[in-house]
């Protein structure tokens, strides 16, 4: 080889300077994005989103449930043109993928959720917020994300709970989420042994983690208060530390409180949790629009059934009738498909953008959301499908279990 065909070979690419640059031109990939967060977190902090309940086997098993499909695509296809989006709602979003609700969003990154609406704003792809945000229902609209969701969880206060419904639909949030896997708190050990409050208290465990992550720390001291923007401060302190603040929440919530969100919210509604098919039916019949299939990523009831092991059975119990959004496990673009194959409208995700967003701040949340989509296109081309509804066509043999997956295993809803 010839010294200037070995030059044309190598090409020398001039250094990063910028921190953000250089972190982000290491991660190409979710899992890229989650070593790069767990780099820049302390401890604490990275354990809160990476963490679930007690044993974590459901933060396990949400992945598991992904891989235990296979793909048999279709040869000879001309997918020079995929067409990934869906109609949700009435509306057209231009990829199957909406952004989770998070709680202490600000704790990742002082930004917190203005930098994810600002990330996605252009996408337009649906932002929930949670009722343990960091960021005000107002402030996040003001935004001008155009396609912002409310996550709520029913508070022993009827009236915070109904102001809270009142303030998002005079702030023009597009859809209403209703959590009910949280009628107590999750155990999240590892926030329990770290002794993780909002805000961060100082301890000798905490001085010394301030030693090792000096970034981060000095940026969340420069920065406003760390608060629960709409929850604000509960009777004698209650609800401070992450692993109790579900004392605000109501456990006796029913079925005559959905009826009364219903009256509140006349918007597209939907129930969030690990809702079986008969739960499904009866919310849909009790007008409910929509069912968001999520064992909150595992940290509420761990060893609950894995989101993508419910998706059709829900999908069968219902039928047309109303929309399912599906989260919790989800961290490729080929996961979207998996739950798309299986029945569900929408993937969400959380901890995914979470990572981007702790990693490198609103371009790090940006590169999360590029990362899937880019990855669901790329995924249907291989398959040999060029839409949604071709993908949903041909599902059940583009998409098949594994056949060790099939061992043991019984169809969610259905005795063994």
Same mark, same amino acid.
């Given at each position: 080889?010839?010294?200037?065909? #070995?030059?044309?070979?190598?090409?020398?690419?001039p250094?990063?300077? @910028?921190?953000?640059?250089?972190?982000?031109?290491?991660?190409?990939?979710?899992?890229?994005? $989650?070593?790069?967060?767990?780099?820049?977190?302390p401890?604490a902090?990275?354990?809160?989103?990476?963490?679930?309940?007690?044993?974590?086997?459901?933060?396990?098993?949400?992945?598991?449930?992904?891989?235990?499909?296979?793909?048999?695509?279709? #040869?000879?296809?001309?997918?020079? #043109?995929? /067409?990934?989006?869906?109609? +949700?709602?009435?509306?057209?979003?231009?990829?199957?993928?909406?952004?989770?609700?998070?709680?202490?969003?600000?704790?990742m990154?002082?930004?917190?959720?203005?930098?994810?609406?600002?990330?996605?704003?252009?996408?337009?792809l649906?932002?929930?917020?949670?009722?343990?945000?960091?960021?005000?229902?107002?402030?996040? #609209?003001?935004?001008?994300?155009?396609?912002?969701?409310?996550?709520l969880?029913?508070?022993?206060?009827?009236?915070? &709970?109904?102001?809270?419904?009142?303030?998002?639909?005079?702030?023009?949030?597009?859809?209403?989420?209703?959590?009910? /896997?949280?009628?107590?708190?999750?155990?999240?050990a @590892?926030?329990?042994? %770290?002794?993780?409050?909002i805000?961060?208290?100082?301890?000798?465990?905490?001085? +010394?983690?301030i030693?090792?992550?000096?970034?981060?720390?000095?940026?969340?001291?420069r920065?406003?208060?760390?608060?629960?923007? %709409?929850?604000?401060?509960?009777?004698?302190?209650?609800?401070?530390?992450?692993?109790?603040?579900?004392?605000?929440?109501?456990?006796?919530?029913?079925?005559?409180?959905? /009826?009364?969100?219903r009256?509140?919210?006349?918007?597209p509604?939907?129930?969030?949790?690990?809702?079986?098919?008969?739960?499904?039916?009866?919310?849909?019949?009790?007008?409910?629009?929509?069912?968001?299939?999520?064992?909150h990523?595992?940290?509420? +009831?761990? @060893?609950?059934?894995? &989101?993508?092991?419910?998706v $059709?059975?829900?999908?069968?119990?219902?039928?047309?009738?109303? &929309?399912?959004?599906?989260?919790?496990?989800?961290?490729?673009?080929?996961?979207?498909?998996? *739950?798309l194959?299986?029945?569900?409208?929408?993937?969400?995700?959380?901890?995914?953008?979470?990572?981007?967003? *702790?990693?490198?701040g609103?371009?790090?949340?940006?590169?999360?959301?590029?990362?899937?989509?880019?990855?669901?296109?790329? &995924?249907?081309?291989l398959?040999?499908?060029?839409s949604?509804?071709?993908?949903?066509q041909?599902?059940?043999?583009?998409?098949? $279990?594994?056949?060790?997956?099939?061992?043991g295993?019984a169809?969610?809803?259905?005795?063994?």
């Open positions: 080889m010839k010294l200037a065909e #070995a030059r044309e070979l190598v090409q020398l690419r250094p990063l300077l @910028r921190p953000v640059e250089r972190v982000l031109a290491r991660c190409h990939s979710v899992e890229d994005l $989650r070593q790069a967060a767990r780099r820049k977190l401890r902090v990275f354990d809160y989103v990476d963490g679930g309940a007690d044993a974590e086997h459901t933060v396990l098993a949400n992945q598991a449930g992904f891989h235990g499909w296979a793909f048999q695509p279709r #040869a000879l296809r001309d997918v020079s #043109a995929p /067409d990934l989006s869906v109609e +949700l709602f009435g509306r057209s979003l231009a990829a199957p993928l909406g952004l989770a609700p998070t709680g202490y969003t600000r704790m990154h002082p930004s917190g959720e203005p930098a994810v609406a600002e990330a996605t704003a252009n996408m337009a649906p932002y929930c917020l949670s009722t343990v945000g960091t960021t005000s229902i107002e402030d996040l #609209a003001a935004t001008g994300h155009p396609r912002l969701w409310f996550q969880y029913v508070l022993k206060d009827r009236g915070h &709970t109904r102001s809270l419904v009142e303030r998002a639909a005079a702030a023009g949030y597009e859809a209403l989420e209703v959590s009910v /896997d949280t009628a107590v708190p999750g155990n999240r @590892r926030d329990e042994r %770290n002794g993780l409050t805000p961060p208290q100082l301890s000798a465990r905490t001085i +010394l983690d030693g090792a992550h000096p970034g981060y720390w000095t940026s969340m001291l920065s406003p208060l760390l608060s629960f923007a %709409n929850l604000g401060a509960g009777p004698d302190g209650a609800g401070r530390t992450v692993a109790h603040v579900g004392v605000r929440f109501d456990p006796s919530v029913d079925w005559d409180d959905l /009826d009364r969100l009256a509140w919210w006349r918007g509604l939907l129930l969030k949790g690990p809702v079986s098919p008969a739960d499904a039916v009866r919310a849909v019949a009790a007008g409910v629009d929509g069912i968001h299939l999520s064992n990523g595992g940290r509420q +009831l761990d @060893r609950t059934v894995a &989101t993508i092991d419910m $059709r059975p829900v999908r069968d119990a219902l039928g047309d009738k109303a &929309t399912i959004v599906v989260d919790s496990g989800v961290r490729h673009g080929a996961d979207i498909a998996v *739950a194959a299986r029945g569900a409208d929408m993937c969400m995700v959380g901890r995914a953008y979470l990572y981007g967003l *702790a990693a490198a609103t371009a790090g949340a940006r590169l999360a959301v590029d990362v899937l989509v880019a990855q669901f296109r790329r &995924t249907l081309q398959l040999g499908v060029t949604v509804p071709e993908l949903r041909h599902a059940d043999t583009l998409v098949v $279990r594994r056949p060790t997956a099939e061992v295993m169809p969610w809803g259905q005795a063994r």
